[in-house]
């Protein structure tokens, strides 16, 4: 990985993929990170807010930029971008309390319920940039059981190989009783927004749409998000 220099901060860059965007001051983005906060500041029912995945918290700028003041708590594998992170952000950037750690070991062994949990964990099989394994195996059901009853779960979603699209969405809704996905003009990825609870896919559009024009995120056109319906087994 290498990390560039930019205007307003730095991008942590992976062969050609952005991995992080970390700003210097709140604002947007005008990349996936401003979908993602916009997401958990728009469908949050509460103030506590978790992290799976971490990197150089792109998602920070963006939550703040938006009013999102609440303490985060986030969790990485490996903390080698957490220093850019401190330098460009710690000195705005609020309450961010961010552990080395395996997502899924972390949850099981908490207590605490979130009001929205962001999965952004990625992981690389035969060079491509993929959902790691835990991803689709017990984690879904992890960050379920640790939402609070209005929660929601925002998942980047990455193409996996030899999952279709549908079935790896349903794979990974499939602890929650509604999901919604946000397919990307810009993005391969799909963004994930699943919970026990959520408003009508036309509402949430709308009020999705509100946080990304009022972050001023070229993002705010750009994306359409529909209910999954998922097949009977």
């Known amino acids: 990985m290498r990390v560039v220099r930019t205007r307003h901060g730095a991008r942590v860059v992976q062969d050609g993929l952005i991995v992080s965007e970390v700003r210097d001051r709140p604002g947007p983005t005008h990349a996936l990170f ?10 949050a029912p509460g103030p506590r807010a978790a992290v799976l995945g971490f990197a150089a918290g792109g998602v920070v700028a963006p939550l703040r930029a938006l009013g999102f003041a609440h303490p985060l708590r986030a969790v990485d594998l490996d903390l080698w971008a957490v220093p850019l992170f401190e330098e460009l952000s710690r000195p705005w950037c609020g309450e961010v309390r961010i552990e080395a750690g395996d997502a899924l070991a972390w949850l099981t062994r908490g207590r ?21 394994a835990v991803s689709l195996g017990p984690l879904p059901a ?25 079935r790896l ?55 359409r998000l529909r209910t999954l319906r998922r097949r009977l087994e």
């Open 34 to 43: 401003d979908v993602l906060a916009a997401a958990v500041a728009a469908f």
């Open 112 to 132: 605490a319920r979130y009001d929205a949990i962001l999965e952004d964990l990625s992981g690389r099989v035969a060079g491509e940039v993929t959902k790691p």
């Open 142 to 166: 992890a960050m379920a059981r640790r939402l609070t009853p209005r929660g929601v779960a925002v998942t980047n979603v990455l193409p996996v190989p030899g999952w279709p699209w549908r």
């Open 169 to 223: 969405l349903e794979r990974l809704a499939a602890p929650h009783a509604a999901a919604q996905v946000l397919e990307l003009e810009h993005w391969e990825n799909r963004v994930l927004v699943a919970g026990a609870t959520l408003e009508p896919a036309r509402r949430a559009a709308a009020r999705l749409r509100r946080a990304l024009e009022a972050l001023g995120s070229r993002e705010a056109r750009a994306f």
